[in-house]
């Protein structure tokens, strides 16, 4: 079993819709979540983290961390074509005092007008 | 643009070459990152660096190696090239040391291994 298991998709909704994205892991030491979003042939962008449970907002997306379940989701809202992109968890436990991040496979995500 | 440069954005070689990925950090950042990303396997993490020392290290083989210099770029060696390496290297820089929870990738380096 992986440590990050995230679906790969390909998750195709209408402009409009609300997306839901999930992770699920099985380190119960991962205390940073992050969410990253990855264009093709480009470098992944940070979108979000969190630190521990809870939920966090930055504009149309909500992160959140349920650490009792090891799930992790990514919510977008009034989604865009612009969205369209393959969309990341990375989460990181301390290793000799840094915080490296393992990553999901991605999700691609396809947001058709 | 998330301030990361890496050089070159293509390379093409031949199976037991030996080639250099550079990075430059974004402005102010001490510490920096370099990842594998193939379809198999996802994006897996190599070897980190913090102003100028080796940090943390992943999975990296051998015939990989890595140094950060006094300028905090980063150079990224693989020799004895065989076709499994040929995969896209990201290059990501942040801000602290620890680092985990913010990183900034660069737009990254596609090698292929003839």
């Known amino acids: 079993q992986k440590e990050v298991e995230q679906d790969p998709g390909p998750l195709s909704v209408p402009e409009g819709a609300i997306v839901s994205l999930n992770c699920t892991y099985s380190n119960s030491a991962f205390q940073y979540f992050m969410w990253y979003r990855q264009y093709s042939r480009k470098g992944p962008e940070l979108l979000m983290y969190?630190?521990?449970?809870g939920n966090k907002e930055d504009g149309r997306f909500t992160a959140q961390v349920d650490k009792s379940s090891k799930y992790i989701s990514l919510f977008i809202r009034d989604s865009q074509p612009s969205d369209s992109a393959t969309y990341l968890c990375a989460m990181s436990a301390t290793s000799g005092g840094s915080y490296i991040p393992t990553f999901g496979r991605g999700t691609s995500l396809i947001v058709h007008p | 643009d998330s301030g990361v440069t890496q050089t070159p954005k293509h390379l093409i070689t031949a199976t037991g070459q030996r080639v250099t990925l550079r990075c430059s950090p974004r402005?102010?950042?001490?510490?920096v990152y370099w990842y594998q990303q193939s379809l198999d396997q996802g994006l897996q993490f190599l070897i980190q660096y913090y102003n100028g020392e080796e940090r943390a290290k992943g999975n990296i083989l051998e015939r990989f190696s890595a140094q950060q210099f006094p300028d905090l770029h980063s150079e990224l060696n693989l020799s004895s090239l065989e076709l499994g390496d040929s995969a896209l290297y990201f290059c990501a820089s942040s801000p602290s040391v620890t680092g985990g929870n913010e990183q900034y990738f660069g737009p990254g380096t596609r090698l292929t291994v003839t």
């Open positions: 969190t630190y521990s449970s």
């Open positions: 402005s102010g950042d001490l510490s």
